[in-house]
């Protein structure tokens, strides 16, 4: 199989994941509201986040190009999330994902963009647990209606136990 065949495939699987998360999203807030909805699915994310910060942990406190090699830049080497390395030295690595499948998922499902940030919100509680996991601090800048691409990481060394 060609690159560009995988690649395509690979973003597709993420597509459908983003389409499983709208939809048990909108069921869980049919059945339980939206605050109990979004708790669910970030409790949800979050474990699973976990466990891959447990497999990261050895990179921390300040292996950064280990963390841009194995965080940032999976699943493909950064071409499914189109991702920008902005700054990767000794005090810190940041990135940009300029595409990102779960987001276009809902944007082809017709989400609007109040739903889609509640999305991306839930959706983060991986990022945010698999860093802390790893053990690093990260500041998050989730993507909002007007900013191009997705989502911005930055990843510092931890500063508290």
């Known amino acids: 199989m060609n690159q560009e065949k995988s690649n395509s495939l690979l973003s597709n699987a993420i597509k459908e ?10 069921e869980l807030s049919k059945r339980y509201g939206e605050t ?6 970030r409790s949800a994310s979050g474990a699973q986040g976990a466990a891959v910060g447990k497999a990261l942990a050895h990179l921390g406190p300040r292996d950064f190009a ?6 940032a ?3 493909n080497n950064g071409v499914t999330y189109a991702t920008e390395i902005r700054q990767l030295d000794g005090t ?11 987001k276009e998922a809902w944007v082809e ?3 609007s963009d109040e739903e889609i940030c509640t999305l991306l919100h839930c959706a983060s509680a991986w990022d945010e647990a698999a860093l802390e996991a790893a053990g690093f601090d990260y500041e998050l800048e989730l993507w909002s209606p007007g900013k191009e691409g997705c989502c911005r990481t930055k ?7």
């Open 36 to 41: 109990e909805a979004v708790s669910v699915m």
């Open 109 to 111: 499902a017709g989400c």
């Open 92 to 102: 810190c690595l940041e990135f940009k994902n300029m595409a990102c499948p779960l």
């Open 17 to 26: 994941r983003g389409r499983i998360y709208l939809e048990v999203f909108r």
């Open 155 to 161: 990843i510092t060394e931890r500063t508290a136990p």
């Open 66 to 71: 280990g963390m841009a090699e194995s965080f």
């Open 73 to 75: 830049k999976p699943p």
